[in-house]
């Protein structure tokens, strides 16, 4: 199944969020935490996860009495996969300097990580233990 | 004649390319000026500074091209008058060149400046249509716990508006989204996946854009950036922007924390890592260059703020030095330019005067460049007799032609004068210069239904335009002067 993962659609990103969010959960976790930003029905959310194990987006974990789901790639994988997508790519450009955040658009290197972590070395030597 | 060529030459559009050169200097200097004062500064009054130098920018543009319109109307109208020109000197000596047509050239600035914006205002929309995207898809309610933590933040750092926590599919950082109802994102997993004081550090973060209006500042911001978007002074203080406005929130979320600035950084470096998993292989040495250590910079003058250097931006100086000197000297020439042009055509030379108002409306522009390679007043004389027998018909002799002309030229000063405009420069005087009186003429001096005051002109037939041509004139500021509504040429 390795690489023939399709593409999530949006409903099944915002199923997949949960469980990046929560890790294994239940189907009526994942039902709660979606119901809480917008109301849907039980059935939805369960038929939902059963055609994304079909997909291999998310994993049935059988050995609990219940259903428990996980997510079968990790978030950056898939963000990186979703990246390839053109429209993600037209947006994403003009939509970084739109948001703000902790950290720039542009993500650091392995060279200022290296510094920044220098810089909080030599700092911490310097604070009085 | 092309639209886009009518566009060109009519007063708004030159006063646009006006207000464009001027913003070249302007903008320099706004960035000089910037980088003058707000050295040695605090994060806060570097961030105001720059903001005032953005809108600074802004203003000085709209009042330039308010001053480059002119304020006696013509302003959607074709300039048909062409720029006067420098006869050389009657001694023969070295002509100098027929002034610099400075206005149709910065006419044509505009067509240009125009699409580059909505290009750019387009890259804006598109941008803000994918924050309300990324706000929609692919997004669920962060845990409990994690939203009555975010409440107690949010009182600490006194933010007024509810904040909704979301955590993203699709977010690679931390972002806060909305101005009126805003929310922070946070990628799904984060929550879970640091240290719960690091994530309170970076949520304080959050809070405080939200606090400062950052997001509605930030839109703004990028509008001017697309307006200016030629301008690298412009694209320079609005980097200078946006960097002191995280050091500005770095300072209030440190302050909220309660904690030190070393907790504050680490946590900003745990958050760099986690974004960067498993993508920072594919780094390249180039890029390394290229991104200028944004993170290193703001984690230096957390831990290190006495130490605060001279910021490492010299290399922008010297452009920017070299920008403002040749746009002073653009716009100084500029200015000599219309100097010259202003120079009143009524002083001494005739012969100026001549081609630039007697029979501006009527020569031709291969004649007008016959008569400005004229060297001596013999030539030019000569050249104004032919001028006039060119224009001889079986009825009318030359001498016949000419009169006629100066009496239109003397009817239109005695009645379409106007404030501040001879008769003859009046839409009214022009129409009438060229075509000679109308057949018919209805004049509403007070309006009709309360409307302002008007006239209409029926010409019978009026060569080469056609028959019936009915031109009509409007005084919509009630001065005295009437323009033209209509281009008799598009009337069938």
């Known amino acids: 199944m390795a690489a023939t993962v399709p593409k999530p659609t949006d409903a099944e990103l915002e199923i997949l969020c949960v469980l990046w969010s929560r890790g294994r959960s239940t189907v009526r976790e994942v039902h709660e935490a979606i119901t809480a930003r917008k109301p849907t029905q039980y059935t939805t959310v369960l038929k939902q996860l059963q055609v994304m ?13 219940s259903h428990v789901y996980v997510a079968a790639r990790t978030r950056d994988w898939t963000q990186r996969q979703l990246a390839g997508d053109l429209l993600q790519r037209a947006f994403g450009g003009s939509t970084g300097s739109l948001v703000l955040g902790a950290l720039s658009e542009t993500k650091a290197t392995k060279r200022e990580l290296a510094e920044v972590r220098r810089l909080l070395d030599e700092y911490e030597k310097g604070l009085p233990q | ?60 543009f709209g009042l330039t091209f308010w001053h480059a319109l002119p304020p006696d109307g013509m302003r959607w109208a074709r300039r048909e008058i062409p720029a006067p020109i420098v006869l050389p000197d009657a001694a023969g000596g070295t002509a100098r060149p027929a002034a610099f047509p400075a206005s149709e050239v910065l006419g044509w600035l505009t067509p240009f400046w125009l699409v580059g914006a909505v290009l750019f205002q387009m890259r804006v929309v598109g941008g803000w249509v994918g924050t309300r995207r990324l706000r929609r898809v692919g997004v669920c309610e962060a845990p ?82 697309a307006l200016f978007f030629y301008h690298p002074a412009v694209w320079w203080i609005s980097g200078f922007v946006r960097a002191e406005r995280e050091h500005c929130c770095d300072d209030l979320a440190v302050a909220a924390t309660g904690r030190g600035v070393y907790e504050y950084a680490l946590a900003l470096e745990a958050l760099e890592r986690n974004r960067c998993l498993g993508t920072i292989s594919n780094e390249n040495a180039a890029v390394v260059a290229a991104t200028g250590g944004n993170l290193v910079k703001r984690i230096g003058r957390l831990l290190y703020p006495a130490a605060r250097p001279a910021p490492a931006m010299g290399w922008v100086v010297a452009p920017v030095l070299v920008v403002v000197a040749l746009a002073c000297a653009g716009a100084f020439a500029g200015f ?37 390679r004229l060297k001596t007043d013999d030539e030019r004389k000569r050249f104004i007799e032919q ?22 030229i003397a009817y239109c000063n005695d009645l379409y ?42 010409y019978k037939e009026l060569p080469g335009i056609g028959k019936k041509v009915i031109v009509e004139y409007v005084d919509a500021g009630r001065t005295g002067e009437y323009r033209q509504t209509m281009d008799p040429a598009n009337k069938k």
């Open chain 1, 53 to 65: 194990a079909g997909k291999g987006l998310v994993r049935r974990d059988e050995s609990q009495r």
């Open chain 2, 1 to 60: 004649m092309m639209p886009l060529e009518g566009w060109v030459k009519t007063a708004v559009s030159e006063a646009l390319g006006w207000a464009l050169v001027h913003s070249l200097w302007q903008g320099a200097a706004a960035a000089a000026l910037l980088r003058l004062l707000a050295a040695g500064r605090g994060a806060r009054v570097r961030y105001w500074l720059a903001c005032a130098a953005l809108l600074a920018i802004v203003v000085s």
């Open chain 2, 144 to 225: 409990r716990p994690w939203k009555q933590t975010l409440a107690e933040l949010a009182a600490r750092m006194r933010v007024s508006r509810p904040v909704q926590l979301l955590e993203s599919s699709l977010a690679a950082a931390p972002v806060v989204i909305g101005y009126l109802r805003p929310a922070i994102l946070v990628p799904a997993g984060l929550l879970a996946g640091l240290p719960p004081d690091q994530v309170e550090a970076i949520l304080l973060h959050e809070l405080a854009h939200s606090r400062r209006h950052d997001y509605l500042i930030n839109l703004l911001q990028a509008v001017v950036e």
């Open chain 2, 336 to 372: 000599s330019m219309n100097a010259a042009a202003a120079q009143s055509p009524a002083e001494a030379d005739p012969y100026r005067k001549w081609v630039n108002e007697d029979v501006v409306y009527i020569i031709e522009a291969r004649e007008r460049e016959a008569f400005v």
């Open chain 2, 387 to 408: 001028f006039w027998m060119r224009r001889a018909t079986a009825r009318a002799a030359a001498e016949k032609v000419r009169e006629e002309h100066y009496r239109r």
């Open chain 2, 417 to 458: 004068r106007a404030p501040g405009k001879a008769g003859w420069r009046t839409d009214r005087g022009k129409i009438y210069i060229v075509h000679g009186p109308p057949d018919e003429i209805e004049s509403y001096p007070s309006g009709k239904e309360g409307g302002p005051p008007f006239e209409r002109w029926m």
